[in-house]
Each structure stands twice: as structure tokens, then as C-alpha cells.
């Protein structure tokens, strides 16, 4: 079993940014963001691969966030910038043993207990 543990949401302005951490307890093939609002469908919002660095990207978040991976730590990070209130929601860190971009990060078997990020 592997155990994530989220940091780093909260509250800002539009056009601020934000730092997500995600600490997992054991390594994994994969390791990826996806958020959830209420009354939206959940979203991916990227991935990336701990041993080669590979990352994807859902098209929405190109540009403004960046998923990174601290291997020495364990640790996924996401910098958040020029947030607007569409970004509002709460983000779930999860991570696979498994590989495969089709599958969807929500779907990932382990996930954290989620983080509030809140634009206005």
C-alpha cells in the first residue's frame, strides 16, 4: 500500500500562484494531479513518471502549471501560476504501480486525502 500525503493549497487572489506537494511513502510508476469541483466532472490534471521524468500534460493546464518529481524526497510537486477562479476546486494527488496514459489519474490505485485550492 502506498500513502500520499498531500500540502500546500489554500486560498488566493487571481493571477497568484500555489505549490502542491505530494510526499508518497513508497516508489510507484506513475504519480499525477487531478481535481474535482462541485457540479464538474473530475479532471486530470497531469502526470509524470518518477524514473524517466516524463510528463503529460492535460490541455488546459500547458503553460501555467508544472508538474516536477523530487526522487531523492519521493515527492511530487505542482506550481500552480496565473490561477484564475476556474482553477478553484480540490486537487487529489494520486500514484500507480502500473503504467499507461490511458488510464485516468483519478483511477490510479492509491490517492491523498485532497487540498483545497480556492481563487477568487
Known amino acids: 500500500h502506498v500513502q500520499l500525503v498531500e500540502s500546500g493549497g489554500g486560498s488566493v487572489q487571481a493571477g497568484g500562484s500555489l505549490r502542491l506537494s505530494c510526499a508518497a511513502s513508497?516508489?510507484?510508476?506513475?504519480m499525477g494531479w487531478f481535481r474535482q469541483s462541485p457540479g464538474k466532472e473530475r479532471e486530470d490534471v497531469a502526470r509524470i513518471y518518477p524514473s524517466s521524468g516524463r510528463t503529460r500534460y492535460a490541455d488546459s493546464m500547458k503553460g501555467r502549471f508544472t508538474i516536477s518529481h523530487d526522487n531523492v524526497k519521493n515527492t511530487m510537486f505542482l506550481q500552480m501560476n496565473n490561477l484564475t477562479p476556474e482553477d478553484t476546486a480540490v486537487y487529489y494527488c494520486?500514484?500507480?504501480?502500473?503504467?499507461?496514459?490511458?488510464?485516468?489519474?483519478?483511477?490510479?490505485?492509491?490517492r491523498g486525502q485532497g487540498t483545497q485550492v480556492t481563487v477568487s
Open positions: 513508497d516508489t510507484v510508476v506513475v
Open positions: 494520486a500514484a500507480s504501480r502500473l503504467s499507461g496514459d490511458s488510464v485516468a489519474i483519478g483511477d490510479f490505485g492509491y
